[in-house]
């Protein structure tokens, strides 16, 4: 392989990385201590922005996100378990914080609403089949006649 492809090859294996998408402009916000910047990283990750709702705390930058982070910070610094912090949000916010809520009767519908749309989904292709599949009409005299005159008998 040429040298030109080799840089090609690898340029498009690069771009075939997932970026690193953190929000975190301000570097006075990151934790000095990179084991627990990386810890709030990992718990910021798993909770959900309020303001976007399909991105984490981690990748946003609505203002609530950054106030957030901050948190997430203060308290692993103060010595917080992961769980004790993410408790701490839940508490605050419900369970729609959380990325991946748990299975319980409040989050019934979400946990099962996929099961429903493809029961529907299917319901709904078992009619349309039943329905195409009925036995055909039979012609009438006049559009027999018409039939046998179009295919010249």
């Not at 084991?35 to 976007?52: D, P, S, T």
């Not at 901050?70 to 378990?81: C, E, L, N, P």
């Not at 292709?125 to 010249?152: D, H």
């Amino acid at each position: 392989m040429t040298r030109p492809a080799r840089a090609a090859l690898a340029l498009c294996l690069a771009l075939l990385l997932p970026p690193a998408a953190h929000a975190i402009g301000d570097p006075g916000e990151m934790l000095a201590n990179p084991a627990q910047e990386q810890r709030a990283e990992r718990i910021g990750e798993q909770l959900r922005c309020l303001v976007c709702q399909n991105e984490s705390i981690e990748q946003s930058n609505a203002g609530l996100a950054r106030d957030l982070r901050r948190i997430i910070r203060q308290q692993v610094v103060a010595g917080k378990t992961d769980e004790q912090i993410i408790h701490w949000m839940v508490a605050r916010y419900g369970d729609f914080v959380l990325l991946k809520p748990p299975f319980d009767p409040s989050t019934l519908l979400l946990w099962g609403a996929p099961v429903l749309a493809v029961g529907a989904g299917a319901a709904a292709i078992l009619l349309v089949r039943r329905r195409s599949a009925a036995a055909p009409v039979p012609l009438s005299e006049e559009e027999r006649k018409q039939a046998s005159e179009l295919l010249g008998r």
